[in-house]
């Protein structure tokens, strides 16, 4: 932000305020506009308060401070001869949040001592004030962050006069939190550093294009001609083996990002047989059955329910797949055996049954079966083995299909066991 020296400049171009002094003016007249502009002034001040709390850079284009007053008439009638008295309007820094004097004094000498700033200060023949560091006042400041913070400050010099004045400051508050135990005391250990505000001097006041133009480019938000077409056709020695060596990287690039994405795609692919663990309905069904696919089994729809039948070594096997979050209940066998008995209507043939659980299945499969946590109750596993049905849990299916791709000639042995089974089936 600049300071509000261009207001004073419009004034005075406007012929409305004529001089007292260096720093104070005399407004003529009052009007609408002249209050717009004092409420405006006022609600920077404000804006700038709430911003301090937070991690920003402020900068200012700072000016000693100048007063504008104005006439007012006292009295209860406007007569002539009546006494008149002047009352302050504005002064071009009640925008600012912090109180600091400054002193003024002319001299040509500038030690920088951000180096960040070398660039600002490029352009300076020399100062017209410096800032008198003691006088630095932040009631304002305290007073809206009172219920909530004790507020205090540190000042740091950007650049000095030849005695060692600052001439540059940036201004940061410290939050602290009030002390319970004693009477206004606080914490001396600051629980938030606030944002910066930048104070930094004016080579010319009617003028203040290039010096915002150097800080934009400071903090980076300078805007860059565009280059015309023709210099397309203008290179550079050494510009087109650049260009060249961009190109067969893009191509490389290219290349491995299908790679990535192709990798990609096979690792979803095989993670998704982890929800072999703790799915449950027809998601664990439809999961069930893409294992079997995927180790070799030939599958089938069934006719009796909208479950499926496998077929190992020229037998078939009914599959039933439950989920709980609890253990397999005789209730979930008692469906294959009906389903069994369904299927043996409508086909006249025999068949296998094999119900696979998935009980306990949000718990981690290591503290499955043991405490209590079943997998299979205990009259599930009676029932099964009275109807020749085999019970296979999820956690022993994912492990037979990671052995399975690790060693496969252990397939025949692991599929041997599954269409065998009968009750508790290990893999």
């Known amino acids: 932000m600049t300071q509000d020296t261009r207001i004073l400049h419009d004034y005075l171009y406007s012929g409305r305020v004529k001089s007292f002094s260096r720093t104070r003016y005399l407004l003529s007249d009052r009007n609408e506009q002249d209050d717009k502009i004092q409420s405006n002034i006022r609600l920077v001040r404000r804006k700038l308060i709430e911003m301090l709390q937070f991690d920003v850079n402020i900068y200012v284009l700072y000016a000693p401070t100048v007063t504008i007053d104005y006439i007012v ?86 650049a000095t006069n030849n005695v060692d004045k600052p001439i540059a400051v940036k201004f940061y508050p410290s939050f602290h939190n009030w002390s319970a135990k004693e009477k206004r005391g606080w914490y001396a250990g600051a629980n938030t550093i606030g944002g910066n505000l930048f104070l930094l001097p004016i080579i010319d006041t009617s003028d203040t294009k290039p010096l915002i133009e150097s800080l934009l480019y400071k903090i980076g938000l300078y805007a860059e001609t565009s280059p015309p077409a023709w210099t397309n056709n203008i290179e550079i020695p050494g510009e087109a083996s650049i260009k060249k060596d961009i190109e067969a990287s893009k191509q490389q690039l290219e290349a491995l990002t299908t790679i990535i994405k192709e990798k990609g795609e096979s690792l979803i692919e095989l993670q998704k047989f982890k929800r072999l663990l703790y799915e449950t309905g027809l998601p664990l069904q439809e999961l069930v059955k893409s294992t079997f696919d995927e ?24 599959i039933e797949v439950k989920g709980n979050v609890k253990s397999i209940t ?60 085999a019970l296979l849990s999820t956690t022993e299916l994912f492990k037979a299909y ?26």
């Open 330 to 389: 005789k209730d979930d066998v008692a469906q294959l055996v009906a389903d069994i008995m369904e299927h043996l209507k409508k086909t006249s043939q025999e068949v296998k049954g094999i119900l696979i659980g998935n009980g306990w299945r949000l718990e981690p499969p290591e503290q499955r079966d043991i405490d209590n946590k079943f997998i299979f109750s205990r009259d599930a596993i009676k029932v099964a083995e009275n109807h020749n049905i």
């Open 295 to 318: 180790i070799g089994v030939k599958t089938k729809p069934s006719v009796v329910t909208d479950e499926f039948i496998i077929e190992i070594h020229g037998q078939e096997a009914l």
């Open 73 to 158: 008439q006292i009295g209860n009638y406007v007569v002539s001869g009546g006494s008149r008295e002047a009352v302050k309007f504005i002064s071009t820094n009640d925008w600012c949040p912090i109180s600091i004097e400054t002193y003024v004094e002319k001299t040509k000498i500038i030690h920088v001592k951000n180096d960040s700033f070398k660039q600002y200060f490029r352009n300076f023949k020399g100062w017209e004030y410096y800032f008198v560091s003691d006088s630095l006042k932040l009631n304002e400041l305290e007073q809206y962050y009172e219920k909530k913070w004790k507020v205090t400050s540190d000042l740091e010099e950007i």
């Open 402 to 427: 990671c052995l399975i791709l690790e060693n496969p000639i252990k397939k025949e042995e692991i599929l041997n066991k599954v269409i065998s089974g009968v009750g508790i089936t290990l893999l």
